[in-house]
C-alpha cells in the first residue's frame, strides 16, 4: 500500500463510521419515543451526514480516480466498506440505538481531540469541526444511559441487556493495523489504542452513575477495517444505493 | 334574559369588536368556547399533519440518491417536527394538553391533512410533496399568518418562511428530475399526475358546501375561503408546471382571460370523502406508525420521568 | 393497448403476484414456528416462483422486447409491477401471514380452475399445472386458518387481527379492469368478479369452522393494476433487486 | 466381580463382537450408555447444524441474483430442513425428544457446526458453501454411511445423495462467478479466501489431539481419521480450484509426489477455538435466531395441540 492508499483508506474509515450510523439514526424518523427524540436524532443524523461527506470528498480527491462522496457512498459493495461492526448492527429497542450511540461517541470525542492535531490540515479541520458536533453528541447519548439506566426496573434491565449485547463490539475500535500505525507514525492519524484508558474511564463513570453493571470481557468481534463485516451491511446498502444503482445514468 | 347570559353577550360583542379592529386574542383573553374549541380542532389537526407528514417524507430518507438530497430531506424532515412541536405548545396555550391532542390523534377523533394517506412510490414524490403539497400549506398559512389567535398567527409566520424554503427545495428536485434521464423524467410526470387533485383537495371543500367557513371567516381564523386559496395555488403553479415541461393531468385546465384565472376541472369529491373515510393506501400505517411510536416510546418516557423524581428527590435529602 | 399488450399486462398480473408472494414466504426462512413449517413455507415458496417464471416467461415472449423471466423480476421499478397490494403486505406474525396466504390461495384456486379452461393453450397448461398446487396450498392455510381460529385464545386473537388487518386488501382481487375485460371476452382471462360468491362461500365457511368472525366491509384500497401500490414494494425490490442492479453486466 | 458386572461384561463383548462384524446396531438392541451418549451428541450437533445452516444461506435467498438460483437455494435450503427432520428423528430414537434437543441447543449445552458461525458477505459465498463446506459434510457423511448405528448410517446414506447434489450446484456457482466479471471473480475469490480454512477446520483437530476419537473409531461409529478426511477433501477440492483458476490461500499448498497427496499448511487451531468459544462475527445472530423462531413460534405450537385436543375430545362426544 503506497502512503496514499493508506491515507484514502484511513479517510474511508472515517467517512463510513458517519455514514452507516447516520444511515441507521435515519430510520428512526417519525419513530422516535418522543417527538423531542426525533429532532435530536435527525439532529445527529444530521451531523453525522455532513462529517461523512467531508470525509468521503477528502477521500476521493486523495484517491484521484474521479470518485466523489457519492460514488463512495453509492459504489461499493460490502467488502470495500470500512465502517465498524458496531455501527452496523441493527437499532433494536431505544436503549440499543442509544447504547451503540454512547460507546461510539465517547471513543469519537477522543478521536476527534486527537485527529484535530494532525499534521494533515484538512483533515485537522474536518476533526475540529466534528469534535463540537461530537461534544453534543456524546452529551446527549450519556444522558440516556444514565437516564434509562437509573429510570425504572424496565428501563435498567433494557439498557443493562443494550451494553451487553454490544460489548463484544467495542474492542474493535481500539485496533491498530498497519495502516493505522503509519498514519501514526506520520502524524495524521490517531493512536486509538491509546484512547482506550480514558474512554475506559469516562464510560466507567457513566456506567455507574446509570447505576449499570459493566460487562465482562468476553467475546469480541472483529474484520471492518479488511471488509469482514457482519451479515447486516449487505442489507443497508442494498436500500441505501437503490437508485443510484437502479439509474446509473441519472443525476439527482 | 339572565345576569349571565348578559355578561355573555358583552364579553362576545368585545371579543369580536376585537377582531375585528386586527387586534390578536391571547391565551389569557376571554373567548368564545366554540372558538376555543374551533382553534383547538384547527391547530392541533396542523401539529398532527407535520409530524405524520414526516413519515411520506421519511419512506425515502434512507433512500435518497445522493448524500447531499439525504442531508435536505433529512433537514426537513426535523424542521416538520420542529413545526409540530410549535403547533403544540401553541395549541396548549388553548388549555389543552400534548398527551391529549396525542390520545384524540390515536383514537381517530383528531384528524391529520389527508394528504398524507397517499404513498410515496418513486424520487419525484419527495420533490413533488415539497413543490405542491407544501405550496399549498403555504398558500394556506399565508393567509394564517393574520389570524386572530396570536399565537397560532406568530406560529405561522415562523413556518411559514421554512416552507417556502421547503418548496424551493421541492421544486428543485422536480427541475433536476424534469431535466434527467427519460426515466427521472417519467418519475417526475407519475408523482405530478398522483399528486396534483389530492394536493388541490388540502384546500378543503368548495366555499358553497364548507360548513365551517363563514364562522371562522367572522373570526378571522380563516381570511380567505377555501375556493379563493385553491384559485391563487393553482394560478401561481400552472406556470411553474410548464417551466418544467410537465403536463399537469387536467384536461379542462386552461387560462382564461376574461377572469384573470386558470379554469380547472372539477374535483373528485368521492375520493375525496373515500380517502377521509379510510380508503387512503396508508391511512392504516400512517396512524399505526404514530401509534406504535407513542406505544412504543412509553417505557422510555417512564424512565425518564422516574430519574427526574429521583434527581429531585436526592437534591431534596442532600439540601435537607 | 393492442391486444399484445393486454396479454402481457394480464400475464404481468399473474407472475407478479406469484413472485412477491413467494418473495415474502423466503424471508420466513429458518424462522418459522416449527421445522415442519419451514418445510411447507419454502415448499409453497418454490411452488409460487415456478408459477412466477412459467408466466414472466410467457409475458416476455409475448412482449417480444427480448425481455426474459430474470429481466421482468430483477430490472422493473415499482410503478411497472402489478401484484396485489394484500401480497406485498409484511409478514407480521405467523397468523398475518396464514390470513394473507388463506385469502390469496382461495381466490386463486379458483381463478386458476378459471384459466385452466382457457383458450390460450398455454396459459392453461401453466393453470392446470398451478391449480395442483394451489389445491395443496389452500388446504395448507386453511388447516391453519382452523388451528388457530379455533386454537387457544391468543391465537384465536391474533388471527381475528390479522383477518382483520387484511380485509379491504382483499376486494382489489375482485375488480376488473379494461384488461381483465378483454381477456375475458377473448376466452383467454378469468372473470375474477364472477368468482366471488364461491369464494365468499367458501372462505365464509372456513371461518365459521374457525370461530372466526367475518369482519364488516369498512373500507378498501385498490391501485395495483395501474401499478400504485403500497410503500412496502420499494423495499422488497431494493432487496430483491440489488445483485443484478448492481452488477447489470454479470450472468448468474 | 459381582452378578451385574459379569452380565455386563458379557452384553458389552457381545455388543462389540456385533461392531466388529459390521452388523448394524438397532435402537432396542442394548448398547453402552456412553456410545448412546456419544451418537445423541454427534447426531444432535448434526441436526442442529442442518437447520442453523438454513440461516447463512437463508440470508441470500430473497437477494439471489436470477429466479433460478432463487429457486435452487431454496431447494436446497429445505431439504437442509428436511435432513433436520430426519437426523431429529433418529436421535430420537436413542431415547431423547426433539424438544430437550431443542434446549440443549438453545441452552448453548448443545453444539452447531461452527462454519455456521462465519457470515455469508456475497453471492459467491452461496457457492463455496455447497462447494467447499458442503464438499467437507460429505466426505465425513460418505464414512459414516457405514457407521454402527442403524438409524444413522441410513439417514447418512439417504443424507448424501442429496448433499452431493448441492456440491455440484455450488461448484457450479463458483464456476459461473470465477468465469464471469472481474468484479464477480472477485467475489469467487474473496468467498474462498474467507471460507477454505474454516471448512478444513469442519473436520476437527488433528489426530494426535483428538479425545473422543479412539472410542469412535473402536465404536465403529467413526470410520476414518480426522486427518485422513481432511486430507481426502484437500487433494479432492484442490484441481477443482485450479479448474476455477482460483487460488487457494495457503503459501504451503502442494503436491507431494511421493505421499501422492497435497501438502498444506498448518491450520490456525487458535482461531478455531476462538470462534468456537463465541468469537465468530454471527454467535450470537445464529443462536439467537434459532431462540426467537422458537420462542416466537410457542404461541403457534400451543394452538396447534390445543386444536388437536379439542377435535379429539369432539370425535370423543360423538362417538359416546
Same mark, same amino acid.
Given at each position: ?57 477528502? +477521500?476521493?480527491? @486523495?484517491? =484521484?480516480? #474521479?470518485? %466523489?462522496?457519492?460514488? !463512495?457512498?453509492?459504489?461499493? &459493495? ?103 500505525? +503509519?498514519?501514526? @507514525?506520520? =502524524?495524521? #492519524?490517531? %493512536?486509538?489504542?491509546? !484512547?482506550?484508558?480514558?474512554? &475506559? ?52 | ?320
Amino acid at each position: 500500500m503506497t502512503d496514499k492508499d493508506m491515507l484514502f483508506d484511513y479517510l474511508l474509515r472515517l467517512g463510513d463510521n458517519s455514514l452507516i450510523l447516520g444511515q441507521r439514526l435515519a430510520e428512526w424518523c417519525g419513530h422516535a419515543p418522543m417527538l423531542e427524540e426525533d429532532l435530536a436524532l435527525t439532529n445527529i443524523g444530521l451531523d453525522l451526514l455532513g462529517q461523512a461527506r467531508m470525509f468521503l470528498s477528502y +477521500a476521493g480527491e @486523495v484517491e =484521484g480516480n #474521479g470518485r %466523489d462522496e457519492d460514488r !463512495l457512498a453509492y459504489f461499493r &459493495d460490502t467488502k470495500d466498506w470500512r465502517n465498524l461492526l458496531l455501527l452496523e448492527q441493527p437499532n433494536g429497542d431505544f436503549a440499543m440505538t442509544m447504547a451503540r450511540q454512547f460507546f461510539f461517541d465517547s471513543f469519537q470525542y477522543l478521536q476527534f481531540e486527537a485527529l484535530s492535531n494532525s499534521t494533515d490540515e484538512r483533515l485537522a479541520g474536518i476533526a475540529a469541526k466534528s469534535l463540537k458536533e461530537t461534544t453534543y453528541h456524546r452529551r446527549h447519548s450519556t444522558d440516556w444511559i444514565i437516564r434509562l439506566g437509573d429510570g425504572t426496573d424496565e428501563s435498567h434491565e433494557r439498557m443493562q441487556r443494550a451494553i451487553e449485547a454490544l460489548w463484544g463490539y467495542l474492542p474493535e475500535m481500539f485496533d491498530m493495523d498497519a495502516v493505522d500505525e +503509519a498514519m501514526v @507514525v506520520d =502524524g495524521i #492519524g490517531a %493512536d486509538v489504542a491509546a !484512547l482506550r484508558p480514558e474512554w &475506559d474511564e469516562y464510560v466507567n463513570g457513566v456506567l455507574t452513575e446509570a447505576t449499570l453493571t459493566r460487562p465482562e470481557d468476553s467475546w469480541s468481534v472483529r474484520g471492518s477495517r479488511e471488509g469482514k463485516h457482519s451479515e447486516h451491511l449487505g442489507y443497508i446498502l442494498a436500500e441505501m444505493q437503490f437508485l443510484p444503482r437502479a439509474y446509473p445514468d441519472a443525476k439527482w | 334574559m339572565g345576569v349571565v347570559d348578559r355578561e355573555f353577550e358583552k364579553l362576545e360583542a368585545a371579543f369580536q369588536a376585537k377582531v375585528e379592529a386586527e387586534q390578536r386574542i391571547e391565551p389569557k383573553d376571554w373567548m368564545p368556547e366554540k372558538y376555543r374549541q374551533t382553534l383547538i380542532r384547527q391547530m392541533s389537526q396542523h401539529a398532527h399533519s407535520e409530524v405524520v407528514g414526516m413519515l411520506p417524507e421519511g419512506n425515502w430518507l434512507t433512500r435518497a440518491p445522493s448524500l447531499k438530497r439525504k442531508a435536505i430531506l433529512m433537514a426537513k424532515i426535523q424542521d416538520e417536527g420542529g413545526h409540530g412541536l410549535y403547533l403544540y405548545s401553541a395549541t396548549e396555550t388553548l388549555g389543552i394538553s400534548r398527551d391529549q391532542m396525542f390520545d384524540q390523534l390515536h383514537s381517530g377523533k383528531a384528524k391529520y391533512s389527508s394528504i398524507f394517506n397517499y404513498p410515496t412510490l418513486n424520487w419525484a414524490d419527495i420533490g413533488a410533496i415539497g413543490w405542491l403539497v407544501d405550496g399549498a400549506a403555504i398558500t394556506n398559512q399565508i393567509a394564517l399568518c393574520r389570524c386572530s389567535y396570536g399565537p397560532y398567527a406568530r406560529a405561522m409566520i415562523r413556518i411559514c418562511k421554512e416552507e417556502s424554503f421547503h418548496q424551493r427545495q421541492g421544486y428543485e428536485i422536480m427541475m433536476t428530475m424534469a431535466q434527467g434521464t427519460e426515466e427521472q423524467r417519467d418519475m417526475a410526470q407519475d408523482a405530478l399526475n398522483r399528486w396534483w387533485w389530492p394536493t388541490l383537495m388540502m384546500f378543503g371543500p368548495n366555499d358553497s358546501n364548507s360548513a365551517h367557513s363563514a364562522q371562522s371567516m367572522q373570526w378571522k381564523i380563516k381570511r380567505q375561503s377555501n375556493d379563493e386559496l385553491r384559485q391563487k395555488f393553482v394560478d401561481a403553479t400552472v406556470p411553474q408546471a410548464e417551466f418544467l415541461n410537465l403536463r399537469i393531468p387536467d384536461d379542462q385546465l386552461k387560462w382564461n382571460e376574461d377572469r384573470g384565472h386558470y379554469d380547472f376541472g372539477e374535483i373528485d369529491w368521492e375520493e375525496f370523502r373515500n380517502v377521509v373515510k379510510g380508503n387512503g393506501l396508508c391511512n392504516r400505517e400512517r396512524l399505526q406508525a404514530r401509534v406504535d411510536a407513542h406505544e412504543g416510546g412509553r417505557w422510555v418516557r417512564e424512565a425518564a420521568l422516574a430519574h427526574a423524581r429521583k434527581q429531585e428527590a436526592r437534591k431534596a435529602a442532600a439540601a435537607a
